[in-house]
């Protein structure tokens, strides 16, 4: 399963990237497998505030709607339209082009919580057996 | 032929149905309207003859399973029989052809109905008081948690959590969040009933309800409900039931002697009303004593030997339908429990818990079902071995559909892996119970040696797996005329729903 | 008389074949304090008997059917074609379950498509759902949506909006910070200037009914522009008859229309069972409540038809969901499809037209009288408000009527105490003009 080295993660199944000041945030693959099918998000408003922890996406397979958690605590920045228009790009990308939303931190000593990818690779082992 | 949509069939000019010659003097309605209140253009609606659109509807009505031609084990669903006595019995004329405005002394006989109804469901129940005025389930939930916020708020307590068992029904969280409640969690025992430790633990000074199932959606009876009710009533609190599986329940226990608060009931399960697609449903909400004056209004009182309604009500949480509620399905209810009687009724739950215990006995070799007691009128089976073939309960779910049953309730209670939910109700015979333990075995089998047919079920119904997917990713809920003509299946050519 | 058929020999096989010695064992975890006693309920009766029984019951009213109706304020006796209840009466429409398996109910599914097909055309709206309990929830489910997409906490609904929908949504805000603030009416129809000086930006919606309680026309353009401009949504509650002819909500910027769809091919029935009707604009799909049939395709391609966008809905989203909806109203929602097709565009027109003609006539008619006024000078559709002189209290004059076999307009003092004369008096297109007539006869002789 992948899980690239150069993202942190949240037991929550989302990863982070910082970029240049900016948080970006979506899901890992093996929260997409699990999820299956992705119909639909619904993607924070640009200077909503979020928490970490606390559910600032939905997203939506057929059967079932799943909260997605903010990794840091910030101001949404920026949101990915086109997983707006085109849901499967979360199935199909989700490191890439699937990513959901972007976070100006407010509180950088947040990321000390966060997984490394070593640790969030032990986690879904654990969990899949 | 094809299943074309109705607007397919429509020919510009085509009529369905003319009205008499008009016997007023004519109107220009541009005279006596506005222009701009006026409808630019005809409605857009489809042109067809009146043999079109019974020869239409009649092979469409074809696609459907249904529970005149169909067993139907959906678990906590109760699809009994529909008796068609209540049918005719509901489109008299003085029932049908009555407006809800007419004065009081126009309508004794509905009036009387109503009356006696609440009177019989009291009986039933054990509560002291009903309105019949919810229209489905759902909404006498929601019935209820009004009262039960206007409970604590007259006695100025402010109670903002509901508890609710993660084996419950969507509605109950749903209902409960939309009222204003918190909900919170109880987790299950080992043996699929409430913990009462758990209970214990969560029972704060602002839980303002328990809301539960009784028996529970594993089709268990929750032996502790007294000590469950005084509990709950200790620390001031209400015990809610969902009336869903009332069916188990009839002339053997009454929720009212449990230390039941409120319950609602679905006329359209235990009571027999028909299911229509999706509705008309009922859901009457019956209280205590105490909580009466909370009910909606306006209710039905008898003075002396004259019925009318009474508009009042000094705590009413006011109003849930437009009128008085769905009559026509009160109208069938009351004919069901009229002719079953007293011992009917009882009848009825003794068949519906031997039915389900019969099933469950020929399956659960197969299929275990978790909790090992006997069950009241449904059991829920666990098809988890089967996902070492990788085949889940939705495939065997749709693999019955080819076999002639109806899927059962699949995925739910949420506590039972890949679970099926059976309920067999005690308006089907032995054999029907026979043939259907025998599909599901032959299943299982097909499941360990061609799982491939398994998974792509349904093949006999006159579609085959329908693209969820695709329709809610590009949500399609309309028919535009620039649609361009799909593939057309047949309706008749060699694919019939399977019987 | 039960339906059980397993007979009581075949019961003791089960009860070998399950190992219980008795039936009490099968239910020994309920409490022998619990058990019940006999009940407290009437024994048992034979077809016949259940049908002489309901005969009685129903004898005991006074049917439309034996009676010339004026009555309407918000429940309306139209024509039900035939064919309606015949088809409908097949056990393949009236006892299948919701639609969740789709494979199995292409039969509804289709018919639920078709049947929002309609009433967004009949709307001129974008998007209608399977259909809600009836209108006066509607209005109720309509208001919520729009606190819940705006955000906002305030709702305007005009006084001429029906009282039993602005009760039902009382109701339905109980332990809800959101407040309704009621809009007053001048000379029959919602004071915009009212309106205008009520509306702020905390406004979530403005809800007016068209045609209103007094069965007068409302500006429903005007009101929607105002409301656009504090960024609050337009609701409007219609009449689908009327619609044949007058405007639909669709072109006068309503977001959200609702309605009571009884009477598109059902009885009234004493009120119940109704058909909600729900419609909005495309922007609020994703917030709609109910149900909603969607067409997409099988695994070989053919066109095939499913209940989609259900994560809105209780079973999956439980304490998220956007309503807690379970029901809808599809027998007759499929009941209102059959109507709708056979009546098409022309029917529909016709039968409007022919509402405006007999009540055109029936209110000229009454005017010979006297001491009956119109209450209100504006246009109306089928249904309108007469003011009657002190010396002929309403409730006096209906009880003469009924004795002649009319219900007379329904009186608006008891929803109105400033129009304590008020009568509302609705013609539909079943009453016969040697009828209206009749009720003037027997008018001028009180």
């Not at chain 1, 970029?19 to 909503?48: C, M, N, S």
């Not at chain 1, 490394?116 to 879904?124: D, G, N, P, T, V």
């Not at chain 2, 508009?311 to 079953?340: D, F, K, M, Q, S």
Request: charged share 20%.
């Amino acid at each position: 399963m992948q899980v690239p080295e150069e993202l942190q993660y949240t037991k929550t199944h989302e990863w982070m990237r910082q970029d240049a000041g900016e948080a970006v945030v979506g899901i890992t693959a093996h929260a997409q497998e699990e999820l299956r099918d992705v119909v639909f998000v619904e993607l924070p408003k640009v200077g909503k505030t979020v928490k970490q922890g606390e559910p600032a996406a939905v997203i939506e397979s057929v059967k079932a709607a799943f909260d997605i958690y903010a990794p840091v605590s910030g101001t949404v920045s920026r949101v990915n339209e086109a997983v707006a228009k085109t849901p499967q790009l979360v199935n199909q990308d989700c490191y890439g082009a699937g990513w959901l939303f972007a976070v100006n931190p407010s509180a950088p000593a947040e990321v000390s919580s966060l997984l490394s990818a070593e640790a969030y690779a032990k986690q879904i082992q654990a969990e899949t057996h | 032929m094809s299943d074309l949509l109705i607007f397919e069939r429509s020919v510009p000019g085509r009529r369905g149905y003319w009205l008499p010659p008009s016997d007023v003097p004519a109107v220009s309605v541009g005279e006596v309207l506005p222009e701009d209140q006026l409808r630019a253009a005809q409605p857009p609606l489809p042109e067809v003859a009146e043999f079109d659109a019974v020869r239409h509807y009649t092979r469409l009505s074809q696609a459907n399973f249904s529970v005149d031609t169909h067993f139907y084990p959906l678990g906590s669903c109760t699809m009994k029989y529909n008796p068609k006595l209540n049918e005719r019995v509901a489109a008299l004329p003085g029932f049908a052809w009555l407006h809800p405005l007419q004065p009081a002394a126009q309508a004794q006989g509905i009036l009387q109905l109503l009356y006696e109804l609440e009177q019989c469901l009291c009986a039933i129940t054990g509560m002291a008081a009903f309105t019949l005025q919810p229209a489905a389930g759902a909404q006498g939930e929601l019935t209820g948690l009004k009262m039960i916020a206007a409970y604590h708020r007259r006695k100025r307590r402010a109670r903002s959590t509901i508890l609710i068992p993660d084996s419950a029904h969507g509605t109950n969280p749903a209902s409960a969040a939309l009222s204003g409640f918190t909900v919170v969690q109880l987790a299950s025992g080992p043996d699929g009933l409430i913990d009462l430790q758990e209970l214990r633990r969560k029972l704060t000074k602002d839980v303002a309800a328990l809301m539960l199932t009784n028996p529970n959606t594993l089709g268990l009876f929750e032996r502790d409900i007294k000590t469950i009710a005084a509990l709950l009533h200790e620390q001031g609190a209400l015990v809610y039931m969902d009336g869903a599986n009332m069916n188990a329940l009839l002339g053997i226990a009454r929720p009212g002697d449990m230390g039941v608060d409120l319950l609602q009931l679905n006329l359209h399960k235990t009571f027999s009303t028909p299911h229509g697609g999706g509705g008309p449903g009922a859901g009457p909400v019956g209280v205590t004593k105490a909580l009466e004056d909370f009910l909606p209004v306006p209710r039905v009182r008898k003075v002396g030997a004259r019925f009318r309604w009474e508009t009042r009500g000094r705590a009413t949480v006011g109003r849930v339908h437009g009128w008085y509620g769905n009559v026509g399905v009160l109208v069938r209810a009351y004919a069901y429990i009229r002719t079953l009687g007293r011992e009917g009724l009882a009848r009825t739950s003794r068949a519906a818990i031997i039915n389900a215990n019969y099933l469950k006995a020929k399956l659960q070799g197969t299929f275990p079902v978790p909790f090992d007691d006997h069950c009241m009128h449904e059991f829920v089976a666990s098809l988890k071995s089967l996902r070492a073939h990788g085949v889940s309960a939705g495939d065997v779910a749709k693999r019955l559909l080819d076999y002639g049953c109806y899927a059962p309730t699949v995925y739910f209670p949420l506590i039972v892996e890949e679970a099926l939910m059976i309920e067999p109700t005690e308006t089907e015979s032995k054999e029907t119970l026979d043939a259907f333990a025998q599909a599901l075995l032959a299943i299982a089998h097909e499941a360990q040696h061609n799982p491939e047919l398994v998974r792509r079920a349904p093949q006999r119904m006159v579609v085959d797996r329908v693209d969820e997917v695709k329709a809610a990713r590009e949500p399609n809920l309309r028919f535009s005329t620039g649609d361009a003509p799909k593939v057309p299946g047949t309706f008749g050519a060699g694919r019939t729903v399977a019987s | 008389m039960d339906y059980a058929p397993n007979t009581d020999a075949q019961l003791q096989e089960m009860l070998r074949t399950i190992g219980a010695g008795s039936f009490e064992e099968l239910i020994s975890p309920v409490p022998a304090e619990l058990h019940a006693r006999e009940l407290d309920v009437p024994p048992g009766l034979a077809e016949a008997q259940v049908v002489a029984l309901g005969e009685a019951l129903a004898g005991r009213n006074r049917a439309l059917t034996e009676m010339v109706s004026f009555l309407g304020a918000g429940c309306y006796a139209h024509l039900i074609p035939t064919v309606v209840d015949a088809l409908s009466a097949r056990g393949e429409w009236l006892t299948p379950y919701t639609p969740y398996q789709a494979e199995a109910s292409q039969g509804t599914l289709q018919a639920i498509y078709e049947f929002q097909t309609m009433v967004c055309e009949l709307f001129q709206m974008d998007v209608a759902n399977a259909s809600l309990y009836d209108g006066a929830s509607s209005v109720a489910e309509a208001a919520l949506l729009a606190l819940r997409a705006t955000g906002r906490s305030r709702i305007l609904l005009s006084e001429a909006v029906h009282p039993h929908a602005r009760e039902v949504l009382a109701t339905y805000l109980i332990g809800s910070p959101a407040t309704m603030q009621e809009i007053p009416t001048v000379n029959g129809v919602t004071d915009l200037e009212s309106l205008g000086k009520a509306l702020r930006d905390d406004v979530a919606c403005v809800v007016l009914q068209q045609p209103n309680v007094f069965g007068c026309l409302e500006p429903m353009g005007q009101a929607g522009e105002l409301t656009h401009r504090v960024g609050g949504l337009f609701i409007a509650s219609v009449y689908p008859v009327s619609l044949g002819l007058l405007q639909p909500p669709g072109a006068y910027g309503a977001d959200i229309a609702v309605a009571e769809g009884r009477c598109l091919g059902s009885p009234p029935a004493y009120g119940g069972p109704g058909l909600g009707l729900f419609t909005a604009t495309t922007a609020l799909l994703r917030k709609v409540p109910g149900r909603l049939a969607g067409c997409t395709v099988d695994q070989a391609g053919r066109r095939a038809f499913t209940l989609t966008l259900q994560t809105r809905e209780q079973h999956i989203r439980r304490e998220r969901a956007t309503s807690n909806i379970c029901t809808n109203e599809g027998w007759l929602a499929l009941r209102a499809t059959i109507f709708l097709s056979l009546l098409g565009p022309r029917g529909m027109q016709e039968l409007a037209q022919r509402n405006v003609e007999k009540a055109r006539y029936a209110r000229e008619r009454l005017r010979e009288l006297a001491w009956i006024a119109p209450a209100f000078d504006q246009p109306f559709f089928n249904e309108f408000t007469l003011r009657f002189d002190p010396a002929h209290p309403v409730e006096t004059v209906n009880r003469r009527l009924a004795a002649a076999g009319f219900a007379g307009g329904f009186p608006l003092a008891g929803w109105y105490p400033t129009m304590p004369q008020g009568s509302l008096w609705c013609v539909t297109e079943l009453i016969s003009k040697p009828s209206i007539d009749r009720l003037i006869d027997v008018l001028k002789k009180i």
